[in-house]
């Protein structure tokens, strides 16, 4: 089954908890937590004490999304507000020190995962997929909602989903950036079952609307 996780960056900051709610009633499966540090990516967001806040008024699933540097640093404090996976960026540290941070997650019981920009080729994640429960490719530059979909990095989801059937593993393969009723189902193909979307799930008034027809991408 194809996973929706909306990204709460599109969210009505000021009724966050009464729109994952929403989104929950919807069908969506995950929350996608996106953190900025205004260092690693060229922007800031929520953190830490919003992330605790809403674990308080969801059970959803929290995929917290760590677009910071060396976010060694900071993966256990995520754990315990309430993260159900942390996701770290390959390129923001060195391979050893995502391996630790990685570890670390495992370490507090929650799901891990890694991410990819763009530019990062797919072979740079060969050292972590055994370690990981998802993989996240980015289809746009990470740091502002609302781009276009990167097309180019289809061939890059079809490499890792291909690694990841060849090894057997049950590792989620996800995609974010400009993905809608239109994209979702190129990324489908290529091998992506967890997709986030912002605008094209917040930015509509039938939520359940939207929510079916992005889950709609796997037939």
């Known amino acids: 089954m194809i996973k929706i996780a909306p990204s709460i960056l599109s969210a009505d900051l000021a009724r966050l908890g009464e729109e994952v709610e929403e989104i929950r009633a919807a069908g969506a499966n995950y929350v996608h937590f996106d953190v900025m540090d205004g260092a690693f990516v ?14 308080k008024a969801t059970d959803m699933f929290l995929d917290a999304h760590l677009m910071v540097d060396r976010p060694g640093r900071y993966v256990e404090q995520f754990c315990k507000a309430g993260a ?32 990819l920009k763009p530019g990062t080729p797919a072979e740079a994640i060969l050292p972590f997929l055994d370690q990981v429960d998802l993989v996240l490719v980015m289809t746009v530059e990470p740091g502002f909602g609302g781009q276009r979909f990167m097309a180019d990095m289809l061939p890059k989801i079809r490499t890792i989903r291909d690694w990841i059937r060849v090894r057997g593993l049950c590792c989620e393969l996800e995609v974010d950036g400009g993905v809608d009723a239109e994209t979702a189902p190129l990324c489908v193909r290529a091998g992506a079952n967890v997709l986030v979307a912002g605008s094209a ?9 939207a929510v079916r027809m992005l889950r709609e991408a796997e037939i």
């Open 42 to 55: 060229p922007n800031i967001s929520m953190g830490i004490p919003v992330l605790k806040s809403l674990r």
């Open 84 to 115: 159900d996976l942390v996701n770290v960026h390959v390129e923001a540290d060195s391979p050893e020190n995502i391996a630790a941070a990685l570890e670390k997650i495992r370490d507090c019981g929650k799901k891990t995962g890694v991410t």
């Open 201 to 209: 799930v917040f930015g509509k008034k039938d939520r359940a609307a």
